[in-house]
């Protein structure tokens, strides 16, 4: 990546700008603030919050607005509604924001927790870069990463091939996973862990949902594999989170001065309900629908609901995806799993209890499922359903754009407008643009500059 990508942000100065944004960082080509003795604790929380803030910021609008959760009607939403990314601008600041932010600070952390014998933190760090390396791999394809974070001054680190990465991301998982495991006398998290209180199980937990989440990303590519992709999701599933009161998140409001970014977005009406999926919730009565639009002054608004108010929290994983990745892995393996249906009824059960606060009856929880999440032992139609409703409780996620790309479900008809030389033939894209410092300033970018319909390795059939 570019200088700016290498520069690293003084963290030294995190007790003074904990929770700011990115500063300019192109002044010089060596750092001379790497924060080489920093403490794990200073740099935990600093980590979270940068990738929670990611996870439900600018990135997930984007996708949303692919996803036609959103329409985009003001500011630069308007260009994404016309699948038009701006290289210059939201995906650059989305990349630069990655690895600058969570991606480094994090490999320092891990570094650092390891020179001192620090497991907890070493373990939750690389748990939280494989996230972090799984979404930008996701949005972008294949990314620098083995040069990447280093701190050097490469400034022209190599693409990886996105099949090495999504290896480095399970690799990362597992180490993150002994790590937990460690029995050790040394610094251990505590309130400094604003996700899990330095709780080293539900650590491990997470790390098999994530484990088991990005298994399921390669279900296009198991002819290529030495392993079945829905086998080992299904495994780690089932050692995985097990209620949502153990979700990965980050819940905002622990600060006066902390909103969640998403607040901001609905708050200005940079994006809107669309009106395909608000229609869909209204006419399956679905109990969720009041709690993600709402009408004000005969206006649907996003505003002020449960993901977008301004202490709404950032889901990183879910107990309700892991139920999900459940179902779907069991047809895969065997269309008539009568397991499947058990954990598509408990995916669907714990969202909706979740989403509405555990105000929606049993009886009118149990009524919508069977009118609209039963299956019937074909392959297609229980993928479709199971998908679809995967589609609902994931509203605010990249996941479900990554599902639509992996399976073509939910069928959408795609935006107006679209047809372009950045995206020709104008179906929903799939894929993310490359920044433009990337494709100006690496001199390892790729030779050919992809559109939005061109289609990486997992995507590819």
């Known amino acids: 990546m570019n200088t700016k990508s290498f520069l690293i942000k003084s963290v030294v100065a995190l007790s003074a700008v904990f929770m700011l944004g990115s500063c300019e960082l192109e002044e ?28 439900i910021g600018t990135t997930q609008v984007m996708a949303g607005i692919f996803m036609q959760y959103y329409d985009g009607v003001d500011n630069h939403p308007v260009q994404v509604q016309q699948y038009i990314l701006n290289e210059a601008l939201y995906v650059d600041w989305n990349w630069n924001d990655y690895y600058d932010g969570p991606m480094i600070n994090l490999q320092v952390m891990i570094e650092l927790a390891e020179k001192e014998g620090s497991y907890y933190y070493a373990g939750i760090g690389k748990i939280l870069l ?8 996701s949005l972008y394809g294949d990314v620098p990463y083995s040069e990447a974070l280093d701190g050097s001054t490469n400034k022209n680190p190599v693409y990886d ?9 399970q690799s990362l998982l597992d180490e993150g996973i002994a790590d937990m495991e460690t029995e050790y006398q040394g610094k251990k998290p505590g309130a400094d862990d ?21 298994y399921m990303h390669l279900s296009k590519k198991g002819s290529e594999l030495n392993y079945n992709p829905a086998e080992k ?19 905002y409001g622990y600060s006066a001065s902390e909103y969640n970014p998403f607040y901001s977005y609905t708050l200005l009406n940079y ?3 669309n009106a395909g ?9 679905d109990p969720r629908r009041n709690f993600y639009y709402r009408k004000k002054f005969g206006e649907a608004t996003l505003n002020g ?4 108010s301004t202490t709404s929290p950032s889901l990183l994983m879910t107990y309700h995806e892991v139920k999900f990745i459940e179902a779907e892995s069991r047809i895969r393996i065997n269309p008539a799993d009568p397991l499947a249906q058990e954990a598509l009824n408990e995916a669907v059960k714990s969202n909706i209890n979740k989403i509405t606060g555990g105000t929606t009856t049993e009886e009118a929880i149990n009524n919508y499922i069977t009118a609209n999440a039963s299956l019937n032992g074909d392959f297609n139609h229980d993928l479709e359903t199971i998908i679809k409703q995967k589609y609902i409780a994931m509203f605010c996620s990249i996941e479900s754009w990554t599902d639509y790309r992996r399976t073509g479900f939910p069928q959408l008809t795609p935006n107006v407008g679209g047809d372009h030389n950045q995206n020709p033939g104008g179906a929903i894209p799939r894929r993310f643009a490359y920044p433009q410092t990337e494709r100006l300033y690496n001199k390892n970018f790729p030779s050919v500059l992809p559109t939005l319909q061109d289609r990486f390795w997992w995507d590819q059939e």
């Open 305 to 308: 609901l449960y993901y977008t």
């Open 28 to 55: 010089a080509n060596v750092n001379p603030n790497r924060p080489t003795e920093v403490p794990p604790a200073v740099m935990l929380p600093y980590g979270q919050e940068r990738l929670a803030r990611l996870n």
């Open 130 to 137: 494989a996230n972090a390396l799984g979404n930008v791999t």
């Open 161 to 169: 091939p996105q099949k090495q990465l999504y290896e480095n991301i």
């Open 194 to 214: 604003l996700m899990y209180g330095g709780d080293a199980a539900k650590w491990i937990s997470a790390a098999w949902a994530l484990k088991a989440r990005y």
């Open 271 to 273: 994006i809107l309900p």
């Open 233 to 251: 999701a299904l495994e780690s599933s089932l050692k995985a989170i097990t209620s949502s009161d153990d979700d990965l998140q980050l819940t």
């Open 277 to 285: 999926f608000t229609n869909m919730l209204l006419l399956t009565n």
